[in-house]
């Protein structure tokens, strides 16, 4: 099993619309939980963590389900600029800070 | 805003010669990384760095590599005997904290091994 598995894609969607990602995870004893974003050819860089009550932020939110061991991320309103590869990350803090990376989940919004 | 640089943006090298990746990581911080993605690949973890020392690395990360922060800015990843394999996207992290803040990416090397 993956250690980090994410929604395969690609997603295709009109703006304006709500798109859903989900992502799930091997390692009960996972810590930290993040969204990244990277853009074509470039680094990732931090959309949000994710917190256990869930958390929001403007058009976006992130739920945690620790018992199913499930992450999710929901986009509102997508714009053309949200087009890019969402990232499912995981730390083990006992692990010297690794990031666990999923396969990543592409996101083309269209006009 | 702060940053992790990296140089250089692109290298090529004949397969068998040494590389060295520079990061300058962003100056208060305290914990560096490694990590690589092949193209169409996952971004996989190499290296952590804390204090001087390796905190954990992966099996990726054998014995023609290294890490070495020579100075008090600089963060270097050096693979000494390239293959055709390490072609690759070379990201350099930092973060103030062990997993449980952010982690800043430098913007990569891109490796190609030819």
């Known amino acids: 099993r993956k250690e980090v598995e994410q929604d395969p894609g690609p997603f295709n969607v009109p703006e304006g619309a709500t798109v859903a990602f989900n992502c799930t995870y091997s390692n009960s004893a996972s810590q930290s939980f993040f969204w990244y974003r990277q853009d074509c050819r470039k680094e990732p860089k931090l959309l949000m963590s994710v917190y256990s009550s869930g958390n929001e932020d403007g058009r976006f939110t992130a739920q945690l389900n620790r018992a199913s061991q499930y992450i999710s991320l929901l986009i509102r309103d997508s714009k053309l600029s949200d087009s890019a590869t969402y990232l499912c990350?995981?730390?083990?803090?006992?692990?010297?800070?690794?990031?666990?990376f999923g396969q990543g989940t592409e996101l083309s919004v269209k006009p | 805003e702060p940053e992790v640089t990296q140089t250089p943006s692109h290298q090529v090298t004949q397969m068998g010669q040494e590389v060295i990746l520079r990061c300058v990581p962003i100056?208060?911080?305290?914990?560096f990384y490694w990590y690589r993605q092949i193209l169409g690949q996952k971004v996989e973890f190499l290296v952590s760095?804390?204090?001087?020392?390796?905190?954990?690395k992966s099996e990726i990360f054998d014995d023609q590599f290294s890490v070495e922060r020579p100075d008090g800015s600089n963060f270097t990843l050096k693979i000494r005997s390239t293959k055709l394999e390490d072609s690759a996207m070379y990201f350099c992290?930092?973060?103030?904290?062990?997993?449980?803040?952010?982690?800043?990416f430098g913007q990569g090397t891109r490796l190609t091994v030819v």
């Open positions: 100056s208060n911080h305290l914990y």
């Open positions: 990350v995981v730390n083990i803090n006992n692990q010297g800070g690794k990031l666990i």
């Open positions: 760095f804390y204090n001087n020392e390796i905190s954990e």
């Open positions: 992290a930092s973060s103030e904290e062990l997993g449980v803040t952010e982690a800043f």
